[in-house]
């Protein structure tokens, strides 16, 4: 331990109440908690800290995730405490993900807000790391506003943009691209099942940097977490929708930080007091339970494969999202995972109803998922021609052709 902390800090609430952390995002400072602080600080006693070289922490640069974590913790038992809530948005997250994994008799409950388990583009990471080397910050800066929020926010607010940029030219570009290096690095999928801390995953339902795709595989693999997708929101929905955003962590938190140091320390209230006024969504953030969507993202690539799936996820955007949502809520997790079939007997009912509707594309998805759940070519083919009888030859005839070239590919 250094002798003077790395991590520059803010408390706020009560000394003798449970800890609660809040982890910033890349390129932001503790600052973008403002709207939450008023109400999280009534029961808990909150720590925010900046990233190496933003904010007020000192210019160091670190290279991994890990490192962050430890400067995280070197602070925290600075300041005596042993358990904590964490809520962290964007890279933050990503600390609390893995303070989590590391340390899970430390970490009572976890938020993640606009975060992921992996990279995504590990290229992209390390690329960008170089062009931050290579030319500053200031590209970074005009287009923060743009990356972490929605084109409405900022037509409707242009105030939000300066800010943001201000905030980026703050940064020391060595740190910046240091965490762009650990970005790259940072991949935690294989592990998520072994977070047992209670979980909320918020997810900007226009957020391009961490997409709701991501959201999914994160609540997909950690065992206790639900899903909450905010409306009108980008990558920092808890700055751009303060309100819901406030309100979905004062339920978590409620429900699953009731540990406090000191019994005197009185528990919060199940039922939060309001957030403060702004301008508020359309609608309420859609908040899913984990249990149809995860069992049914189980199921969907176990039967599909996961490259299908992925590149279905990968493609939802706001327009498609909530679909990606139904199919794999309602089709994958209350149908297929229903006691009265097995799956071969479900593979030949989608098999001869995709035939009679003509759905080829499908057809050929579904025959690949028959294979893997135990279908033999020999079945297949008495299959296809029960359709000929029931559905017509022309229909089967397609059928036949899809699956002659499906099956020659495997």
Same mark, same amino acid.
């Given at each position: 331990?250094?002798?003077?902390?790395?991590?520059?800090?803010?408390?706020?609430?009560?000394?003798?109440?449970?800890?609660?952390?809040?982890?910033?995002?890349?390129?932001?400072?503790?600052?973008?908690?403002?709207?939450?602080?008023?109400?999280?600080?009534?029961?808990?006693?909150?720590?925010?800290?900046?990233?190496?070289?933003?904010?007020?922490?000192?210019?160091?640069?670190?290279?991994? @995730?890990?490192?962050?974590?430890?400067?995280?913790?070197?602070?925290?038992?600075?300041?005596?405490?042993?358990?904590?809530?964490?809520?962290?948005?964007?890279?933050?997250?990503?600390?609390?993900?893995?303070?989590?994994?590391?340390?899970?008799?430390?970490?009572?409950?976890?938020?993640?807000?606009?975060?992921?388990?992996?990279?995504?583009?590990?290229?992209?990471?390390?690329?960008?790391?170089?062009?931050?080397?290579?030319?500053?910050?200031?590209?970074?800066?005009?287009?923060?506003?743009?990356?972490?929020?929605?084109?409405?926010?900022?037509?409707?607010?242009?105030?939000?943009?300066?800010?943001?940029?201000?905030?980026?030219?703050?940064?020391?570009?060595?740190?910046?691209?240091?965490?762009?290096?650990?970005?790259?690095?940072?991949?935690?999928?294989?592990?998520?099942?072994? @977070?047992?801390?209670?979980?909320?995953?918020?997810?900007?339902?226009?957020?391009?940097?961490?997409?709701?795709?991501?959201?999914?595989?994160?609540?997909?693999?950690?065992?206790?977490?639900?899903?909450?997708?905010?409306?009108?929101?980008?990558?920092?929905?808890?700055?751009?929708?303060?309100?819901?955003?406030?309100?979905?962590?004062?339920?978590?938190?409620?429900?699953?930080?009731?540990?406090?140091?000191?019994?005197?320390?009185?528990?919060?209230?199940?039922?939060?007091?309001?957030?403060?006024?702004?301008?508020?969504?359309?609608?309420?953030?859609?908040?899913?339970?984990?249990?149809?969507?995860?069992?049914?993202?189980?199921?969907?690539?176990?039967?599909?494969?996961?490259?299908?799936?992925?590149?279905?996820?990968?493609?939802?955007?706001?327009?498609?999202?909530?679909?990606?949502?139904?199919?794999?809520?309602?089709?994958?997790?209350?149908?297929?995972?229903?006691?009265?079939?097995?799956?071969?007997?479900?593979?030949?009912?989608?098999?001869?109803?995709? @035939?009679?509707?003509?759905?080829?594309?499908?057809?050929?998805?579904?025959?690949?998922?028959?294979?893997?759940?135990?279908?033999?070519?020999?079945?297949?083919?008495? @299959?296809?021609?029960?359709?000929?009888?029931?559905?017509?030859?022309?229909?089967?005839?397609?059928?036949?052709?899809?699956?002659?070239?499906?099956?020659?590919?495997?």
């Amino acid at each position: 331990m250094t002798d003077v902390p790395l991590l520059n800090h803010r408390l706020d609430g009560p000394q003798d109440a449970p800890a609660l952390v809040l982890g910033p995002a890349l390129g932001t400072t503790s600052q973008i908690w403002q709207e939450q602080i008023a109400d999280l600080s009534r029961y808990w006693r909150v720590v925010r800290y900046d990233l190496p070289g933003h904010g007020g922490s000192l210019a160091h640069p670190t290279h991994t @995730v890990e490192e962050v974590a430890v400067l995280v913790l070197e602070l925290l038992d600075r300041l005596g405490i042993e358990g904590f809530g964490y809520a962290g948005a964007g890279f933050g997250g990503s600390v609390g993900t893995l303070l989590a994994l590391s340390h899970p008799h430390r970490v009572v409950s976890l938020a993640l807000i606009g975060s992921s388990a992996g990279p995504g583009s590990p290229d992209a990471w390390r690329e960008h790391a170089l062009v931050v080397r290579a030319t500053g910050l200031e590209h970074e800066a005009r287009t923060a506003a743009s990356r972490w929020f929605t084109p409405r926010s900022l037509a409707e607010e242009p105030a939000l943009a300066e800010p943001c940029a201000h905030m980026v030219r703050t940064v020391d570009p060595a740190c910046y691209a240091a965490l762009c290096d650990a970005l790259g690095e940072h991949d935690l999928r294989d592990q998520l099942p072994a @977070v047992i801390a209670p979980t909320l995953v918020i997810a900007g339902a226009e957020d391009t940097t961490a997409p709701p795709g991501a959201a999914r595989e994160l609540i997909a693999g950690i065992p206790d977490s639900r899903l909450a997708v905010v409306p009108n929101a980008a990558h920092l929905a808890n700055v751009e929708q303060p309100g819901p955003v406030t309100q979905l962590l004062l339920r978590h938190f409620a429900a699953t930080l009731r540990q406090a140091p000191s019994p005197a320390a009185p528990p919060p209230p199940v039922e939060p007091a309001p957030a403060p006024p702004r301008a508020a969504a359309d609608s309420e953030p859609v908040d899913y339970e984990r249990n149809a969507f995860a069992d049914g993202l189980k199921v969907r690539r176990e039967v599909l494969g996961d490259a299908h799936v992925d590149r279905a996820l990968s493609r939802a955007d706001d327009l498609t999202g909530e679909f990606q949502e139904f199919i794999t809520r309602y089709v994958w997790g209350e149908v297929w995972t229903r006691p009265g079939l097995d799956r071969r007997s479900r593979s030949i009912a989608t098999i001869t109803a995709l @035939v009679a509707r003509g759905q080829l594309d499908e057809l050929a998805f579904h025959i690949r998922a028959g294979v893997r759940n135990g279908l033999t070519r020999d079945e297949i083919r008495e @299959v296809l021609l029960q359709t000929a009888v029931y559905c017509g030859v022309p229909a089967a005839n397609s059928a036949f052709a899809v699956a002659q070239r499906v099956l020659a590919e495997d």
